[in-house]
């Protein structure tokens, strides 16, 4: 379990850090036919940054502080960042741990079903459906379709 998580009851702590840093903040409630929840603002030394939320709105401001702009060119925020691609680096390793753990499960398939059912079985129940079973079965919701395909497992089809 994370030590810190993206939630709502953080927002505070993110505004008084942005208030604290001397940033001018703001909220906008969004227009009547909007989906979005509103818009909060930080402002200082003529530079100005928007979020859907106050945890966003920290991140933008830590890449101002981070960079450190003295003028407001075209793509600034990207003044420091390397050739080597960080974020093309996480997802192949998101992929390559998803695809060991359905390998993993397939194997386990194959090699003990009933020690597989009861995998299946517990991420179902801790989960409460297919898409939260999915996820603790660390795939798509079409791969934890398909474990609940057999016959052994028609009851969790049933609840999904």
Same mark, same amino acid.
């Given at each position: ?90 997802? !192949? +390793?998101?992929? %390559?741990?998803?695809? @060991?753990?359905?390998?993993? /499960?397939?194997? #386990? $398939? ?29 795939? !798509? +919701?079409?791969? %934890?379709?398909?474990? @609940?395909?057999?016959?052994? /497992?028609?009851? #969790? $089809?049933?609840?999904?």
């Amino acid at each position: 379990m994370p030590s810190l998580s993206s939630h709502a009851n953080v927002f505070e702590t993110c505004l008084q850090i942005l208030a604290r840093r001397g940033y001018e903040l703001s909220f906008q409630w969004p227009e009547e036919d909007e989906e979005s929840h509103g818009a909060f603002t930080a402002a200082r030394d003529g530079f100005s940054f928007l979020a859907d939320n106050p945890i966003e709105l920290l991140g933008l401001v830590a890449v101002h502080d981070e960079v450190r702009p003295t003028t407001q060119e075209p793509y600034w925020w990207s003044a420091k960042t390397d050739a080597s691609c960080v974020w093309d680096r996480l997802r !192949d +390793e998101a992929t %390559a741990r998803e695809e @060991a753990r359905h390998a993993e /499960l397939e194997a #386990l $398939r194959a090699s003990d079903g009933s020690a597989w059912e009861r995998a299946v079985r517990a991420a179902f129940e801790e989960g409460g459906d297919l898409r939260n079973a999915a996820t603790l079965l660390r795939g !798509d +919701e079409g791969r %934890a379709a398909a474990a @609940a395909g057999g016959p052994r /497992l028609a009851d #969790l $089809r049933r609840q999904s």
